[in-house]
């Protein structure tokens, strides 16, 4: 493909000891869009993320963004991890988490100042946080702690993210706040790559989708890749059992 | 008996009546709670030293028990408010406990035969000289009465509660429904380590106690994946280790209960590094195999998914594997000669082709 | 009182003392917040028993007692300690839990065998190395309390230095990795302070006690305040506190060692802060429990009952 891939993985396997978790993977990911990596569990989608940020040792393959290693690009990648990775009994509050996503560009020994409080301040603003500035994270609702971490994100002012699991446990508000912002985002010229694992709205919520089981099946815009084959292809055999249970639910709604 | 005699049988009594238990705290994780155990009983020794007027064998284990179960209960208090990490719980407790054990000592019986140092390295090397006399009648060491009593109440209790233990331990859940109360076991478990560790105080002293159940334990879970074959080697374990133990620190004119634990020490080291199953070296050969064996199955993934398709002649070139795989030269022609080798690929020059065999085994690691 | 005051400052022993115990409980207070916070309060017992066979090694090695010499040793053992511990939870079967008291035992059995056979090789020489098992506060001369305020200055400047970095480590070292900080150096960083407060602390309060001096200031301070920086403050002033008052109550008193004095002083401070802080304190949480917990339930039933009444209606 052509100059504008924001992210280009080639040939990327990962394996924790004797599991290979992702095979071979070829994908490019275009500019601008909001992209969805869908699959069952343990097909691999955090962990596709997490090799493509160096988080993790990768067995083979290399990565490219914007055509260029990873750690020479750290500033154009905002990162959000899972709620579930951190203690939010840490004694901190909204605002000071955000302002963590400055800490990159800041360097060493310096302290965030006013200028990172105010930049932080903003941001929470965005995710319709600035309420909550000042409360202690163990206070937040799990929607609201998500916000936070999207928050953090943007403090960081990239143009590329990646996302992981940001919808799972959160209230219909903070569903809603996050696809408005990822719209935001896009809006902005940027990119964001979401672990997604929700069949339904992913088609009203983005505009590309990355099908994934431990190998790559399919990649590109809905309208080519969210085919029956495709998603039978993906989740195999439960698939079905799947369709069943959309029909059970049509039926009594 | 000589004395060299009665003490390699404490030692070994000791240490089977410690790594019997010792099997059930490695696999319940709770390693440091029995440390947290062995210190905390000092409080419970001095009180029962006051209230006995002197030292008594049966104040001791009764004041002992009691103390260990206030340490347990004091733990799970203050890790349920949830202000407390687990370990940190402990870690708070137990200094507390030792520091007002030690504390009641200097203060109250500071005169007294209640030295702390043997508490913490105590002194099976006076074993034979502490003897036992009943009606006047001299009935040998007591050292030896002590923990073959306990010896046997372990071994018993271990024995008569097995299937409670085992099934408390690997799924308390089901013990819960089943009947079989995981809180009651829990308790039991923990005053029965704690009678064993007073018992085994004047012996081997608080720290190699703790040593004592843990060591061999965890010895034997790297070298078996069976709890009565675990339990039996650990006992192994620790016997040969207080006997070997006596010999160095004949040897060497040290403690004879540091002597034990060290030998314990080396014992765990060479099952770290040479287990057949667990161990370190095992592991970094299998991890080595598994990585070629992974190298030529991606090979062979990577040739079927460009298998047919336009770029098949420059992806599958030999060059270009080197490059995207992010391989060394060596690495690669080692994948390369293994896949020739077992008949997978077929190369053209500088393209590299799936045999049938190649084919097969690609599309069956895909199932995987 | 104003004796004791007096005494503070010019009684040559009872300065040493109270310094050393306040010093300890600052850094020890300090660090400890980082330990507390990732969960890796016992590895500071499991270093402290670590560091014996160091101490004696040193000894062997160099024949020499002075302070520095055998410090360095245990901090080497320390050292090796946690390495072991890291390759043994990370490499095997055995869990954190385990591995952290083979570590311990096996180290500590090990460095009592050495000091009984340093002990009865050269008779008199040893005297002084078993004061690291229970620490000798009472023994601190003011070379000692010099050398502890070194370590413990270079090991604060650190975390004053590294402050926003140690802190973003603690709360999520995997976003931190993915803004390019190298975890795994910082992380060796921070336990290697840790490792410095562990061997200031041997001299103090000894191997058995030292988890408390990292764990309680910290658990305590957290109870006050929802900001890190100021928990922090506040551990090294509990820290501090206890240290002293331990050290007093210890001096005036006759035949009480200071170490234990310290540690019932903290634990004090401790269940002080987790049963009446404001806001975290469990007796409010009880207080409130009892006094709204009719009206919870009632709440309860009434909301099951709208929910009831709700899905009948559906239905």
């Known amino acids: 493909m052509s100059e504008q891939a924001v992210v280009r993985i080639n040939d990327l396997t990962v394996a924790y000891g004797e599991k290979p978790v992702l095979w071979d993977v070829d994908l490019e990911l275009p500019e601008g869009k909001l992209i969805a990596i869908i699959g069952p569990n343990g097909a691999g989608k955090s962990t596709l993320i997490k090799a493509t940020l160096d988080l993790i040792p990768r067995a083979a393959g290399s990565v490219e963004i914007f055509g260029r290693p990873y750690s020479e690009q750290r500033h154009l990648v905002g990162y959000v991890p899972q709620r579930g990775s951190v203690d939010w009994d840490f004694p901190t509050n909204a605002l000071d988490v955000v302002m963590m996503g400055t800490y990159g560009q800041i360097g060493w020994f310096k302290r965030p100042g006013k200028r990172e409080r105010e930049w932080a301040s903003h941001c929470l603003e965005q995710v319709g946080m600035a309420d909550y500035a000042n409360r202690q994270i163990s206070q937040l609702s799990g929607g609201q702690q998500q916000r936070v971490f999207l928050a953090r994100a943007l403090a960081q002012n990239a143009k590329l993210y990646f996302m992981d699991e940001p919808f799972v446990g959160v209230d219909a508000m903070t569903e809603r706040a996050i696809v408005d912002l990822l719209r935001n985002l896009r809006a902005q010229g940027k990119t964001v790559v979401v672990v997604h694992h929700d069949l339904d709205s992913a088609p009203e919520y983005f505009d590309w989708l990355v099908l994934l089981n431990v190998r790559l099946i399919a990649a590109g815009s809905f309208a080519e890749t969210f085919t029956p084959e495709n998603l039978t292809r993906t989740y195999g055999g439960r698939m079905q059992l799947l369709n069943q249970a959309s029909v059970a639910t049509e039926v009594t709604r | 008996m000589s004395s060299g005699v009665v003490i390699i049988l404490t030692g070994v009594l000791v240490a089977s009546a410690c790594a019997v238990l010792g099997c059930f705290l490695v696999l319940r994780k709770m390693a440091m709670l029995t440390d947290a155990i062995s210190h905390a009983i000092l409080p419970g020794i001095v009180a029962a030293y006051f209230f006995a007027h002197g030292p008594n064998i049966l104040a001791g284990f009764l004041g002992a028990a009691i103390a260990g179960l206030i340490t347990v209960v004091l733990i799970e208090t203050l890790q349920n408010t949830r202000r407390v990490g687990n370990e940190s719980a402990i870690g708070i407790i137990f200094p507390a406990m030792f520091a007002l054990g030690t504390f009641l000592v200097s203060k109250f019986f500071a005169n007294v035969h209640l030295d702390t140092d043997a508490i913490l390295y105590g002194n099976i090397e006076f074993s034979s000289l502490d003897v036992l006399f009943i009606n006047g009648v001299n009935l040998g060491p007591q050292s030896l009465w002590i923990m073959g009593a306990l010896c046997i109440i372990n071994f018993s209790f271990v024995i008569i509660f097995y299937k409670e233990l085992k099934l408390a331990t690997f799924d308390p859940g089901l013990a819960a429904t089943l009947g079989f109360s995981p809180v009651l076991i829990h308790y039991a478990l923990m005053s029965i380590v704690s009678v064993t560790t007073v018992g085994a105080f004047t012996a081997v002293g608080a720290i190699l106690v703790v040593a004592l159940m843990i060591v061999p334990a965890a010895t034997a879970y790297l070298l078996t994946d069976r709890l009565p074959r675990m339990i039996m080697l650990s006992v192994l374990v620790g016997s040969l280790s207080a006997f070997l133990g006596y010999w160095l620190a004949m040897l060497l004119d040290a403690s004879i209960a540091g002597a034990m634990v060290s030998v314990a020490g080396v014992l765990f080291g060479l099952a770290l590094l040479f287990s057949p199953s667990h161990g370190l070296v095992a592991r970094w050969l299998r991890v080595e195999e598994q990585r070629n064996r992974f190298a030529s199955e991606m090979l062979v993934v990577h040739l079927l998914n460009h298998e047919g ?60 | 009182m104003i004796q004791l005051l007096y005494d503070l400052v010019f009684n040559y022993t009872l300065r040493n ?9 600052i850094v020890s207070g300090v660090l400890g917040c980082f330990a507390v916070l990732r969960r890796q309060g016992l590895l500071g017992d499991a270093l402290a028993h670590a560091a014996l066979p160091g101490i004696c090694i040193a000894f062997l090695l160099t024949g020499s007692k002075s302070p520095i010499v055998l410090l360095i040793g245990a901090g080497i053992a320390s050292w090796l300690g946690t390495l072991l511990i890291l390759r043994i939870v990370n490499d095997t079967r055995i869990s954190e839990d385990s591995a952290l008291g083979v570590v311990l035992s096996v180290f500590f059995g090990f460095g009592i065998m050495l000091l009984t056979f340093i002990a009865k090789r050269n008779d008199a020489n040893q005297a002084g190395l078993d004061k690291f098992l229970f620490g000798q506060a009472a023994a601190l001369v003011a070379s000692d309390v010099a050398l502890m305020a070194l370590l413990g200055g270079v090991a604060l400047l650190i975390v004053v230095l590294l402050y926003k970095e140690f802190k973003l480590l603690t709360f999520d070292p995997g976003f931190a990795l993915s803004l390019g900080y190298n975890t795994r150096q910082l992380s060796v960083l921070l336990t290697s302070l840790i490792v410095v407060a562990v061997v200031i602390g041997l001299q103090t309060v000894g191997v058995v006690l030292m988890a408390a001096m990292l764990i309680g200031p910290a658990v305590a301070a957290r109870q006050w305040t929802n900001r890190f920086s100021t928990m922090i403050i506040l551990a090294g002033v509990f820290g501090a506190l206890s240290g002293l008052s331990g050290a007093l109550l210890s001096v005036t008193q006759t035949r009480i060692p200071t170490g234990p004095m310290v540690i019932l002083s903290m634990t004090a401070i401790t269940f002080i802060s987790i049963i009446f802080a404001p806001n975290r304190g469990i007796f409010w949480d009880w207080l409130r429990r009892k006094r709204h917990g009719k009206n919870y339930l009632q709440k309860a039933m009434n909301e099951w009952d709208t929910q009831r009444a709700a899905k009948e209606g559906r239905l």
Do not use: C, M, Y
């Not at chain 2, 077992?342 to 199932?367: C, F, K, N, S």
């Not at chain 3, 109270?18 to 010093?23: F, N, V």
């Open chain 2, 309 to 368: 398709s336009p770029e098949f002649a420059s992806e599958n070139n030999i060059h270009h594997l080197r490059q995207e795989l992010r391989w060394s030269d060596e690495f690669t022609k080692r994948v390369l000669r293994r896949a020739h080798n077992e008949g997978l690929i077929q190369q053209r020059q500088d393209i590299l082709e799936l045999t049938e065999t190649g084919r097969q085994r690609a599309q069956l690691v895909i199932a995987r």
């Open chain 3, 17 to 25: 003392v109270a310094l050393g115990s306040a010093l300890l409980g």
